[in-house]
């Protein structure tokens, strides 16, 4: 079946402008988690969904970021005021949890988000 | 607070040879551990993942680690590794909570193979 999908893979925006990333998760999977990507390091967590809810929202670094899931399946992370300093590689990932169980991530290809 | 440390930043190795990266996580509770890689111009993919149970854990492509609970370590082996495993692994850490957990990962080791 399908992977997870991310759109666009690129995007090039000004600073101060804002943006949204689209992730499209496994279907069926239930969580859906957003990661960034900086050069030479490893992912970072920002924000998980359970359903349409986000169940852990600490890893947002401040409130120019935002995310929703309105029907448990596709997510949107928004940027508003982009800077330079947002410049990263944004990574989806989703996961079929069973109850008492522990989950395996499976990542998309990631938006590599350029601001100038 | 999770974190995890990936002490080889950077490992060239010559076909045949074997490898061990390593990987130690800092966490007070029981951890799920994980293993991905990411091959030059494609995502993140799993190679191995322990859970419970046999801490010596075998994933695809020969790889295999092993966890030492008293060591904090979940170090990545491979006997006879092979140009195409030219690629950058990760290590990762999250805890078991029964519910969907975010994933901590180490900063990774990129790692050459040479024919």
């Known amino acids: 079946g399908a992977g997870v999908s991310q759109t666009p893979s690129n995007k090039v925006t000004e600073k101060g402008k804002y943006v949204e990333l689209r992730c499209d998760p496994i279907?069926?999977?239930?969580?859906l988690y957003w990661y960034r990507q900086s050069l030479g390091q490893g992912p970072e967590f920002l924000i998980y969904?359970?359903?349409?809810?986000?169940?852990?929202d600490s890893g947002l670094p401040n409130d120019r970021f935002f995310a929703v899931r309105p029907e448990g399946s596709v997510s949107t992370l928004k940027i508003q005021r982009t800077e330079r300093g947002d410049s990263a590689v944004y990574l989806c990932a989703s996961s079929f949890l069973q109850s008492g169980s522990s989950d395996t991530q499976y990542f998309g290809p990631g938006t590599r988000l350029t601001v100038l | 607070a999770q974190s995890v440390s990936q002490h080889n930043h950077h490992v060239i190795l010559s076909e045949a040879a074997s490898l061990e990266l390593g990987c130690n996580y800092s966490?007070?509770?029981?951890?799920?551990l994980f293993w991905y890689v990411q091959y030059p111009g494609q995502h993140l993919q799993l190679l191995l993942k322990?859970?419970?149970?046999?801490?010596l854990v075998k994933g695809i492509k020969g790889f295999e680690a092993e966890f030492i609970k008293s060591k904090f370590s979940f170090n990545l082996r491979k006997p006879s590794v092979q140009w195409s495993d030219t690629a950058e692994y990760f290590c990762a850490v999250n805890a078991p909570t029964g519910t969907a957990s975010k994933l901590t990962f180490g900063t990774g080791t990129r790692l050459q193979v040479t024919l």
């Open positions: 279907s069926g999977h239930t969580a």
């Open positions: 969904f359970q359903g349409t809810g986000a169940a852990d």
């Open positions: 966490y007070g509770g029981t951890v799920n």
């Open positions: 322990y859970f419970s149970g046999d801490p």
